[in-house]
């Protein structure tokens, strides 16, 4: 970039706490904001999954719910109204309402790797740290932990893997996502033995992995109501008298008096 340009941008990003000068006009060095993007994973990819993607999909949110109201449809959605107009496609007709933004991204690796770290790097926010579910199940002796533990939409491993180091006496656990998203994850070397990595679509298969709990951890506030029955059904096959499923979600709180940047971000 030419230097003037630069000097602009980087001079408005400090404005906004990004970044700060040292010695006017000459040079720049990280504060905590910034080091953010370089020291901790997955940081960039999330905020370019909100301002690539989100924000595209904000932009036609009015379009959408005016084309198709009530709609619980994902491919009448306001990503994939933004989604389609990017590809050059009619939003008009949309030939599969059922296909969802992941769907639609499916082809593009890059995209694909980008959304699930940062959906990764999302669930490592306070609110939704995985030890909230681990401190609270029941699984702390021989006699309670279950054998094998089925992770539905578990993208790279995460949550199974902190499962299997926290509870010894599980022997397995199973990871499932879609194909696209199991190819790009990597099992850690001590865990080869007790974790597998799978492709499973929860939308259109049938549960063929047997499981004695089937874990969904944040993945039910991303479907319509009709959907999330759907997804449940498709367990059916796979339970058995005893078996359990646990749904791991943040209970939205009602807004409150006095902090309002909290109830944008839960929003």
């Known amino acids: ?43 960039r990819d999330l905020l370019g999954h909100l301002v690539s993607d989100h924000r595209l ?40 309402p059922s296909q969802g933004f992941f769907s639609f991204i499916a082809d593009d690796e890059t995209r694909v790797a980008r959304s699930r770290n940062a959906m990764g790097m999302a669930t490592r926010a306070p609110g939704y740290a995985a030890s909230y579910f681990l401190d609270n199940v029941p699984w702390s002796t021989q006699q309670q932990c279950p054998k094998t533990v089925v992770d539905i939409g578990g993208a790279g491993g995460d949550l199974s893997v902190q499962i299997l180091r926290r509870f010894s006496g599980i022997g397995k656990t199973i990871s499932l996502d879609l194909p696209e998203v199991i190819e790009t994850a990597t099992v850690p070397e001590d865990l080869k033995d007790r974790l597998q990595l799978a492709p499973y679509n929860f939308l259109t298969q049938k549960m063929s992995y047997k499981g004695d709990v089937y874990v969904f951890r944040h993945i039910f506030h991303d479907w319509s109501d009709q959907y999330a029955v759907k997804i449940l059904k498709n367990l059916v096959p796979a339970l058995e008298d005893g078996t359990r499923v646990w749904i791991n979600e943040i209970v939205l709180p009602e807004l409150s008096e006095d902090n309002h940047v909290a109830d944008q971000r839960r929003r």
């Open 1 to 43: 970039m030419p230097l003037d340009d630069l000097r602009r941008v980087v001079q408005g990003a400090i404005s906004y706490r990004i970044f700060e000068e040292v010695e006017p006009d000459v040079s720049v060095r990280h504060n905590a904001a910034s080091a953010l993007f370089v020291i901790v994973p997955g940081f």
């Open 57 to 96: 999909g904000a932009s036609k949110f009015v379009e959408s719910i005016r084309r198709f109201p009530g709609s619980g449809e994902p491919g009448h959605s306001p990503l994939l109204f933004a989604a389609r107009a990017e590809k050059g496609l009619s939003n008009d007709h949309v030939e599969d």
